[in-house]
């Protein structure tokens, strides 16, 4: 089953506004990783924050991790037409020996020239 | 995806033929995966490798079998293909599976079964 939903399924906006897509989750974790998939393309890893951090940026990505509301925002400022992919979270629970990697079904995210 | 190949990138198969997908990796990771990516399901996991013939199923392996016989090479075999089995499969590696690392995929190889 499914833990990281990402919401919304779809956003579409126009270049230089800024985009924000979210992830909640069901259990604890040990750390959330997003991705972004172009067309045709395999993920990429953009970004790891791990369950005792609360912000991290990458250049034009900020991600936020709040595990009280078991949420997760990304924000990507003055989008780009290149930045049209599809974003993935995906959630890191270890307990004991187990490791799980648990994938949300993404947000499209359409950026208009 | 430098790093990391699958082949083929585009396969279409009839019912009931054998198929077998590769990775290749040039990372020296030891951490390798297959996953299926289709519509409304995001990526499901099939098989995942931690070592030189160690592997393990994942949440959707039925009808699917694994090799690991060197580091760089994962090879995921369809005994008998389905229509089912229709999808975009993703290989991916990761170093190590503490809580510091992220995957690299390969850009996917998509099968049809007719």
């Known amino acids: 089953s499914q833990q990281g939903e990402e919401d919304p399924q779809a956003l579409s906006i126009q270049e230089g506004e800024n985009a924000t897509m979210n992830c909640s989750y069901k259990?604890?974790?040990?750390?959330l990783q997003w991705y972004r998939q172009n067309s045709g393309r395999g993920l990429v890893h953009l970004i790891l924050?791990?369950?005792n951090e609360r912000e991290k940026h990458s250049g034009r990505l900020r991600v936020t991790l709040d595990t009280s509301k078991k949420s997760s925002s990304l924000l990507i400022t003055a989008s780009r037409a290149a930045d049209t992919a599809s974003y993935f979270c995906?959630?890191?629970?270890?307990?004991?020996?187990?490791?799980?990697?648990?994938w949300g079904a993404g947000t499209k995210l359409i950026i208009k020239p | 995806d430098a790093g990391i190949t699958q082949s083929p990138r585009h396969k279409v198969t009839e019912t009931g033929t054998p198929v077998t997908l590769r990775c290749h990796q040039t990372?020296?990771?030891?951490?390798m995966y297959w996953y299926r990516q289709d519509p409304g399901h995001g990526l499901r996991l099939i098989h995942y490798?931690?070592?030189?013939?160690?592997?393990d199923k994942g949440e959707v392996s039925d009808g699917y079998s694994v090799s690991r016989s060197k580091t760089e090479d994962f090879l995921l075999t369809l005994e008998s293909a389905t229509s089912s089995q229709t999808s975009v499969y993703f290989c991916?590696?990761?170093?190590?599976?503490?809580?510091?690392?992220?995957?690299?995929f390969g850009s996917g190889t998509r099968l049809t079964v007719v």
């Open positions: 991916a590696i990761s170093e190590g599976v503490r809580e510091n690392y992220g995957y690299t």
């Open positions: 990372e020296n990771h030891r951490y």
């Open positions: 490798s931690y070592g030189v013939k160690d592997t």
């Open positions: 259990t604890s974790i040990n750390n």
């Open positions: 924050i791990r369950s």
């Open positions: 995906a959630t890191v629970r270890i307990m004991d020996s187990n490791y799980q990697l648990i």
